[in-house]
């Protein structure tokens, strides 16, 4: 009797509409519990047939490819049916009999999108999407190239994140009042361009098209063989209940249980698939609270002082905070910076203030040491030293970091509008601090029960990079300790506009 064959279909809803749509990017976000990742690994199979196809599935750390129930378990158990499968788990890879591949591999770092320059990949899959930065999307879209005869496409999922730069993507598909998904535009195909750092959207290619004659002009110059429509990419966003993913239903009941029992605020993100809604969790600081700190102009003027976050040339910028009280009036950066450079302007800065040297604190975790030849007043912060004032904290670092949380959440802190408004690297500096809120996160106490921040590697994951605006803000509370335990270097009256 010849084995039984089994048979492999999406269920209706949410998997059969991310799997039938002709978008070139497809975003499947919706809560937890659609089917969205099985979704995902389905759309792999699709041109397994044709020799030379290749996909690539990413997480944002291999460890989330690894785990038990993870994407290789569970492709393990989808691709194994395949006749002619065969996996490698070394390296995480899929080959069929025709000769194409699939492969599970992870972008922890922003560094790691060089790891497939020159890469030709058919279909690129992200799953969980708002882990992953803006710049590393865009970037594996200059890689989603094929030669198979598969016209090239990408497929996401992902689960709603209020903070992330997708929401901002596929706000036209969302309320933006409610949070909720608008039903009669889900499916629906738009068409844009990315211009610099902002999106050029349009109903049709050609009206894409017809805003942006400053891109397509100088192409058009350069190579008039070149169809232009085919640089306009089309977008759709499908979201999905877990009410549709009968299978679940049938093999965990549990699950559903398990959202139901969540607070109101997870329920309404998982379970609902709300936008808008923020789980602060491990959060040190409250959204709200940072948002409000744009607006406070109340706060009282104190303190004039320096915070600098020292980098050299890197993917880390070199600012310079300049504060009164905790009021930040000016901010300073550069992108590519020598130790000459960084000298003049910290000098520069605090002579166009009059701030004395002794008011300058910078960061003396790295290559920040050397100010001190050169500064010879300015404080170094160590933030791995030993917390101050015996309190209960692993370090100074987050200490610190505590303590601006408490003081952000309770309105003491205040970033007028010229400096929210500023753009760096693309981004308003609003922007900039709202996305490192995020990473600034409570560590598991230690054996001694004492409070810290987590580690900046895992800062570092959550938004692909280091938080070098959060940092510039953290270090002016370290002047609430200093001016206290080195009386040989007072803080001078005039600092706090005193005579």
Known sequence: MPDEIQRIEPQEGFQSQFLSSPADIVIGGSGAGVGKTYALLMECLRNIHVKKFSAVVFRRTYPQVQSPGGLWDTSMGLFSNIEGSSPSESNYKWKFSSGAKVKFSHLEYEKNILDWQGSQISLICFDELTHFTEKMFFYLLSRNRSTCGVKPYVRATCNPDPDSWVAKFIEWWIDQESGFPIREREGKIRYFIKDVDSYVWGDTKQEVLAKVPHLIKPIMEADPTINVLDLIKSVTFITGSIYQNVELMKKDP??????LSQDEATRS??????WKIRIEGSDLINYVKMKDAFGNSFVSRGLKCITSDIAFEGSDLFLVGVWDGRR???????????????????????????????HIVYDDDGIGAFITGFIKNARSFNGGTKARKGQNYTNLKSQCYFKLAERINNDEYYISPEIAKKVIKGKTVEQHIMEERRAIKKHKPDNDGKLSVIPKE???NIIG?????????????????ITLENPSVPISKSAYGLH
């Open 254 to 259: 549990g699950y559903l249980a398990n959202l």
């Open 465 to 481: 990079h280091s938080p070098d605006f959060m940092d510039t803000l953290m270090m002016r509370e370290y002047f609430e300790f």
């Open 328 to 358: 930040l009036i000016d901010l300073f950066h550069m992108e590519k910076s020598k130790g000459d450079d960084v000298i003049n302007l910290l000098r520069k800065v605090a002579k166009d203030y009059g701030i004395p040297q002794s």
């Open 269 to 274: 993100q998982l379970l609902d698939g709300n």
């Open 458 to 460: 895992q800062m570092k």
